[in-house]
């Protein structure tokens, strides 16, 4: 019985490490996205494309507003923004765990919503262009409210809500936004509130191609116009603090600035495609890998299922020989047992009917006596 146990024990094993090489890698936040209609691989994608609208919005709204203020400083500040901004946004929209990229993108509008009355007013732009800015980022923020309604499951996450602005009122914006502060204390608390269960430690997260693909696609449109943005900046600055010469200069070397970003962005493509190849050989060899090891594992199980059942076999032949002759030497010693009682039986018969016999002849020879002595003295 222990052999059969062991068989069906390994085969059990071996199906579960099947079902386990396929499962991807998952943080305990993904984990928790599980509790809702939304499955990790539509949040991921509606995740990458935020980033990619919401840097978009960014620079297009920045565009119009220096566009319709006329005014030097506001196009200065909008350009600056720019250069802060949108990298920011990409920044937090691109990481790995989506959760932990919309809750850190929310905390960025919230603090941008705070920082732009301020820096609007020292700009010297209008209440109108100050009121269609924050109009934007308002829009922006209730998309980002939506999403979050569907990772945690619950129409009202206005607990989240207040305390994502909290948190910005209490790590307000100061310098170039690389420098804010992390949204990680955030995390948990809009996550507990939300009803996901506290924050644990993260598991190994692995992005597959389409995320590299995605990120080096919006750098790489993305790039360009970030470094035009640099030398826009530059060229201002220099406008207002140097000579025309030196000027010159430094848009010379914000051109050759801008020429070296132009062939990085040149060379992505390529570097994609030589990212990919090397991927898709290193997922092709481990495939092969796992399909010989699996190969193994069929054939020396089939080896072992074999030799299990010939044992079987022969053990199961080696009982019903033992079974049928213990059956015959029992159903002989019947026989003879029976024959035995039958013999007695008819011995004990034999000597009644050889009494009766007996007894018979005797009454009979005892009545004709009788009989006899009758006639005689009859006849007498």
């Known amino acids: 019985m222990s052999r059969p146990r062991r068989l069906i024990g390994c085969i059990l094993l071996l199906i579960w490490v099947s079902g386990c090489s396929v499962a991807a890698p998952r943080s305990e936040l993904v984990r928790r996205v599980g509790r809702s209609d939304l499955s990790v691989e539509a949040l991921r994608v509606r995740v990458r494309d935020m980033a990619r609208r919401f840097s978009g919005l960014l620079e297009a709204s920045a565009d119009e507003i220096a566009a319709a203020s006329g005014s030097e400083e506001v196009r200065v500040a909008m350009t600056r923004f720019k250069i802060n901004a949108v990298p920011a946004m990409q920044a937090a929209l691109l990481q790995p765990d989506p959760v932990a990229a919309l809750v850190d993108a929310w905390a960025l509008l919230a603090q941008l919503e705070l920082a732009l009355p301020q820096r609007a007013t020292s700009a010297g732009a209008s209440p109108e262009l100050l009121a269609r800015a924050e109009r934007l980022l308002r829009q922006q923020e209730a998309e980002v409210e939506a999403l979050w309604k569907d990772v945690c499951g619950r129409q009202d996450v206005e607990g989240a809500r207040v305390r994502v602005h909290e948190w910005a009122a209490e790590h307000p914006l100061v310098g170039p936004l690389v420098t804010r502060v992390s949204t990680v204390s955030l995390l948990a608390d809009v996550t507990s509130l939300s009803g996901m269960g506290a924050l644990r430690t993260a598991g190994v997260l692995v992005e ?17 116009r970030q470094a035009r943005w640099q030398a826009e900046s530059m060229a201002q600055d220099a406008l207002k603090a140097v000579p ?21 962005a040149a060379g992505t493509s390529a570097l994609v495609a030589r990212e990919r190849s090397a991927m898709l050989s290193a997922l092709t060899s481990e495939r092969e890998a796992l399909q010989r090891f699996v190969e193994q594992e069929r054939r020396a199980l089939m080896a072992a299922v074999a030799g299990e059942r010939q044992a079987v076999l022969s053990a199961l032949h080696t009982e019903r020989v033992e079974t049928l002759q213990q059956g015959e030497r029992i159903g002989l010693g019947m026989v003879d047992q029976t024959f035995q009682r039958a013999a007695l039986l008819v011995d004990r018969v034999f000597l009644w009917l050889l009494g009766m016999t007996l007894v018979a002849v005797l009454g009979g020879l005892g009545l004709a006596v009788l009989l006899l002595r009758a006639w005689r003295r009859k006849a007498g």
């Open 208 to 224: 597959d191609v389409r995320d590299l693909t995605a990120r080096v696609d919006l750098y790489a449109a993305s790039l360009p």
């Open 244 to 264: 025309t010469r030196e000027v010159l200069a430094d848009l010379g070397r914000a051109v050759d600035t801008l020429e070296q970003f132009g062939a990085l």
